[in-house]
């Protein structure tokens, strides 16, 4: 986009370079964290004493405050920051369903995975309850994004190298979190938990590694790893994308494999060599696989425009019913209650973007990354072309920002496509939500 306009006290100015506006943006939008009190309490460590079964302990951790919940976390920051910030590896302990003293004792300061990231940062979550689903407890999913927008902002993280991975109960949490939040993440690590039902719809654009030991036969938690393998394997078939690999470790039970995924000098081993095979017909025959957790995430950036978003949004309410209505480059908007499968993507060559399914109502919230924004913009739905000059607005490209607090979803064109019982509309649409200190945009 050549220019940019910004209303500034009644006045109009225009901002060469559309990097420049984001630099502006991005800087006003860190000065308003610092500013904030519940924000600088956030970002605040404190000495927290807790008891764990061997024990008294006291560890230094930050804190997210939600209704009632309180998320603690502790953080280790490893190497030199790169160009782009450091990578965020975010890790969810076992136990669960256990007294609070087993719960804090699994979360501790003791992880074995931090020797294995040479540059990084590993923040270590406490679930927010002690209940079989601390990690995934309906206001975990709004604590979460704070926490990575407050780790981008304060801690100087990429937020296109955000990992999620986590052991037992913590498997079970990615499982439940990586659906709901794929947009945040770069790669996942689903160790030694229970999908317990959870869809994997959404999760066409986060790479999945999946690791169990073969003989971890409660709740079936080895069968259920090969049929998630064999899901996955099927949706890729079906829409592309959906990147999944399954280490399962021959003869090992819950945890006896776990040095194999945390420690760098045990990384290479034998898993099976196909989940399917083993599942159906106990084939097991082994192959040789770095199994390290950190390594296997690492070798994966996000791409945070991807050209196709398939989005169950029924399956993502939780997350939604809190205010964040995004994903990737999509967004339910006010109404949540219209929950749809939605399948769109891109057309780079027409200036287009297809929607092959959605329900009454979406928004698509666009930048000059994913189209020319500057010539007339396609919308093909139901066999219909609707062509849309867009109107770049800086009060969409503030909201989409405080939205998610990553640079990578800033938006200053957002199309509105409405059915009705005339059928379908596509319009532009001017955000007109903002909080009261932004209404007014200052580039000083």
Avoid at 131 to 152: A, C, G, P, V
Wanted: glycine share 6%.
């Amino acid at each position: 986009m050549k220019y940019f306009f910004l209303v500034i006290v009644f006045s109009v100015i225009t901002i060469n370079a559309q990097e420049d506006f984001q630099y502006v943006l991005w800087k006003k939008y860190f000065n308003s964290l610092n500013e904030d009190p519940q924000r600088q309490k956030e970002n605040t460590l404190i000495d927290y004493a807790y008891p764990t079964y061997r024990g008294k302990k006291t560890s230094q951790i930050r804190r997210i405050f939600y209704n009632d919940k309180v998320m603690r976390f502790i953080s280790w920051q490893i190497g030199k920051k790169p160009q782009d910030g450091y990578p965020l590896y975010i890790y969810l302990h076992g136990g669960g369903g256990t007294h609070t003293t087993i719960n804090n004792g699994q979360w501790g300061p003791e992880n074995a995975w931090k020797n294995s990231i040479t540059t990084g940062i590993l923040v270590a979550t406490r679930g927010i309850s002690d209940t079989w689903n601390l990690h995934f407890r309906k206001e975990s999913y709004i604590m979460y994004d704070r926490l990575i927008e407050n780790m981008i902002a304060f801690q100087d993280v990429d937020p296109n190298r955000i990992y999620l991975f986590g052991f037992s109960a913590g498997g079970d949490g990615v499982y439940q979190i990586t659906p709901r939040m794929a947009d945040r993440f770069a790669a996942v690590n689903m160790m030694a938990g229970h999908p317990n039902g959870t869809q994997i719809k959404n999760c066409r654009n986060v790479p999945f590694l999946i690791q169990m030991g073969e003989l971890d036969h409660a709740y079936s938690r080895h069968k259920q790893a090969a049929k998630y393998t064999i899901k996955f394997t099927k949706m890729r078939k079906k829409y592309g994308g959906f990147i999944c690999e399954t280490f399962i470790h021959p003869l090992s039970s819950h945890n006896s494999w776990q040095y194999k995924s945390s420690h760098r000098n045990y990384k290479i081993n034998k898993v099976i060599a196909s989940p399917k095979k083993w599942l159906n017909n106990k084939n097991r025959t082994t192959k040789q696989a770095n199994t390290n957790s950190i390594e296997w995430m690492a070798n994966h950036r996000r791409n945070p425009l991807p050209k196709r978003v398939i989005w169950n949004s029924v399956y993502a309410k939780l997350r939604v019913k809190e205010g964040k209505t995004q994903f990737y480059w999509l967004d339910l908007g006010n109404d949540t209650t219209k929950y749809s499968d939605i399948d769109v993507h891109l057309n780079r060559e027409e200036n287009a973007i297809v929607i092959e399914e959605s329900g009454d109502y979406l928004r698509l919230l666009i930048n000059d990354k994913m189209l020319d924004i500057d010539k007339p913009i396609t919308i093909k739905i139901a066999q219909q072309n609707f062509t849309i000059k867009p109107q770049p607005h800086w009060k969409n490209a503030v909201r989409t920002l405080l939205d998610r607090g990553d640079k990578n979803y800033i938006f200053p064109v957002i199309c509105e496509v409405n059915r009705n019982s005339s059928g379908w509309v596509v319009t532009n649409y001017i955000a007109d939500n903002l909080p009261q200190e932004w209404k007014t945009f200052e580039t000083k």
